[in-house]
């Protein structure tokens, strides 16, 4: 039997000509609508986790049934689920789209702005309800990473309507780097001369470093990881990497090649820890590093720990 995904923006019969209301809801609010609510199925395929260092859903799913969609079609971000036997379902297909449904079993729909601005809806209707919980097994995963997408940009768009201090902006040119932090953020530039700056914010505890050194050797997980330790040990007073929750990947960020990390950090005497993230770039001269990392002992750091990753993916070298 042939299944395939379809993600398409056409093959809906709703269309609207009025003018949207703005989406609304808390970033990590996800409303899940159907007749036939699959909670652990949606949790164990759906769901992704942080180590910040317990484990945290980033998702947090609200469910509801299908005669709740008027009630929640202007939230920003909703998965509905069914099959063609479900009304709801059907009637939102167009004839082809019904038609793929049945020949393939399943169908996966994304799109933007269906019922309010700012929103995502993503759609997996099955030909028939026993195939609901096999389509939820076999394109969770795909539909996780476009709700972590989604929240991703969420969050990167209300950080920005607070606001980036051009003041800020041009106090670190001094240090001959580019990045968006407004005025709540304090910069310290005691290690200056060791290449080494400083930047945090409180409320909850935040904080970024920006560190170059002379190495002509791309960088790699191995040397990542002990580099950041190095200089952790130094400067943060003795914060290290709990490395079986740490993951290294290579990467190309600001035209420069390089390895991200992103986990967990932990300090003994602090009795203290939380997730942080790290870029290590080269140029082939030089070794530049731009870290992030969250302590809210407690409390929910996942929406935090994003809000540093759309700081640090705003880092860029400016040379003289």
């Known amino acids: 039997m042939k299944n395939t995904v379809l993600i398409l923006l056409m093959l809906l019969v709703v269309v609207t000509c009025a003018r949207l209301t703005r989406s609304v809801g808390k970033s990590n609010d996800v409303i899940v ?27 947090n799913f609200i469910f509801v049934g299908d005669t709740a969609i008027e009630a929640y079609k202007n939230h920003h971000a909703i998965l509905l689920y069914g099959s063609l036997e479900d009304e709801y379902i059907y009637d939102m297909l167009s004839k082809d789209a019904r038609a793929a449904t049945k020949k393939d079993t399943f169908t996966l729909f994304k799109l933007s702005n269906l019922w309010a601005d700012g929103q995502l809806t ?22 996780a990473q476009v709700l972590e997408e989604h929240y991703y940009q969420r969050v990167k768009k209300n950080y920005y309507l607070t606001g980036v201090s051009s003041k800020m902006k041009d106090r ?8 968006d932090i407004n005025e709540a953020w304090l910069i310290d530039s005691t290690h200056q001369d060791a290449n080494f700056i400083y930047m945090h914010t409180h409320f909850p505890d935040r904080s970024i470093f920006f560190y170059k050194e002379t190495r002509r050797t791309k960088p790699d997980g191995q040397f990542a990881l002990a580099k950041r330790d190095s200089l952790t040990k130094l400067y943060y007073n003795g914060d290290y990497i709990l490395k079986e929750l740490t993951t290294a ?21 602090l009795i203290a820890g939380g997730p942080f993230l790290s870029y290590f770039l080269s140029d082939g001269a030089t070794l530049y590093i731009i870290d992030g990392m969250v302590f809210n002992p407690g409390e929910r750091k ?19």
Do not use: C
């Open 249 to 269: 990947e290579t990467i190309e960020f600001a035209n420069l090649k390089g390895v991200r990390l992103r986990g967990v950090w932990q300090n003994d005497s």
């Open 172 to 179: 670190l040119k001094r240090y001959g780097m580019k990045l």
């Open 33 to 59: 609508i159907a007749r036939q609510i699959e909670e652990d199925k949606v949790y164990e395929n759906i769901q992704l986790y942080n180590y910040v260092p317990q484990e945290e859903g980033i998702f």
């Open 122 to 143: 993503v759609i997996l209707a099955a030909r028939d309800e026993s195939h609901i919980a096999r389509g939820i097994e076999k394109y969770g995963q795909l539909i």
């Open 302 to 320: 996942t929406d935090y720990f994003t809000k540093i990753e759309v700081i640090l993916n705003s880092f860029n070298l400016i040379r003289s």
